[in-house]
């Protein structure tokens, strides 16, 4: 079992181990390589088969876990001492600090929305955008251009509201947990982070961006943390069933062919430190 700890817990070794295995998953040629989660999440930002499986629905927390997991069971393949970390962004705040330094995540983007400077991920030499929505090749940040990252009070928010989503189960849901997390509600936690790095995190091909995965580790550690407090169990994953076009608890995730019911409690999986 596994243990994600936090991006500024992590050892040196740590930190250039998961980058080592990041730019092998990238450097394979077939199969769920780092491109796959890249096309992947283009394919699923949208509806697939009248559902919204990824995002602006119920399943965006099931179905960014399962995508996390295929993720870090690649980088296992590679190194099985690699867990993937999160990158707690009320605390972090910084655009030099954790997770943003040169021996980690590199640094922001060059003046606007421009190409990141440093660490191993800058330039197209280092880190080429093979799979994108727009034809640079090269990774781009524009952090502190737009918006905040969310605050601990805002985390404490969306923490104390017990019932997980409400119809109907989408952008527009006027209350519930998962749309406050996902951000078609105040407080908004997630949507909030892929503006404020900007750049390929603000677009439809943000896994091209491997602090993606750091940002939606955190996502699901609250979503853990919730599940600690109200529970783990099927009861409290919403909607439960008959809710045509939305994933009910007992339907299955699409392209990983697992059921939400079976991705709710992950602690025999891995654990968050
Ligand atoms: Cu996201």
Same mark, same amino acid.
């Given at each position: 079992m596994g243990t994600r700890k936090s991006v500024a817990a992590l050892t040196a070794t740590e930190k250039s181990d998961f980058v080592a295995a990041v730019k092998a998953l990238k450097a394979q040629t077939s199969g769920r390589n780092y491109d796959w989660f890249v096309r992947t999440h283009m394919t699923y930002f949208n509806a697939v088969n009248s559902h919204n499986y990824a995002h602006m629905s119920s399943s965006f927390l099931p179905w960014h876990r399962k995508f996390l997991l295929e993720l870090e069971n690649g980088l296992k393949a590679v190194n099985p001492a690699v867990n993937l970390p999160y990158w707690n962004w009320t605390a972090n705040r910084s655009t030099t600090g954790a997770p943003f330094t040169s021996d980690f995540m590199g640094g922001n983007g060059s003046g606007g929305n421009g190409a990141v400077l440093s660490g191993p991920f800058a330039g197209s030499t280092r880190w080429r955008i093979n799979v994108s929505a727009t034809t #640079?090749? @090269?990774l *781009? *940040?524009?952090m502190t251009l737009r918006g905040s990252l969310p605050t601990t009070s805002d985390v404490d928010t969306v923490m104390g509201v017990s019932t997980y989503d409400v119809s109907p189960w989408g952008s527009s #849901?006027?209350?519930g947990m998962r749309n406050r997390l996902e951000g078609g509600l105040t407080p908004n936690l997630h949507n909030r982070v892929h503006v404020w790095v900007g750049g390929h995190m603000a677009q439809v091909d943000s896994p091209n961006d !491997? %602090?993606?995965f750091l940002h939606h580790c955190n996502i699901d550690r609250l979503? @853990?943390?919730w599940q600690t407090r109200w529970g783990f169990g099927t009861?409290?994953?919403? !909607?439960g069933g008959g809710v045509a076009n939305v %994933?009910? %608890?007992e339907e299955v995730l699409e392209p990983f062919g697992a059921t939400v019911a079976s991705t709710l409690d992950h602690r025999a999986g891995y654990t968050y430190a």
């Open positions: #640079s090749t @090269s *781009r *940040r524009a #849901s006027g209350s !491997p %602090v993606f979503w @853990s943390r009861a409290q994953y919403l !909607p %994933v009910d %608890v």
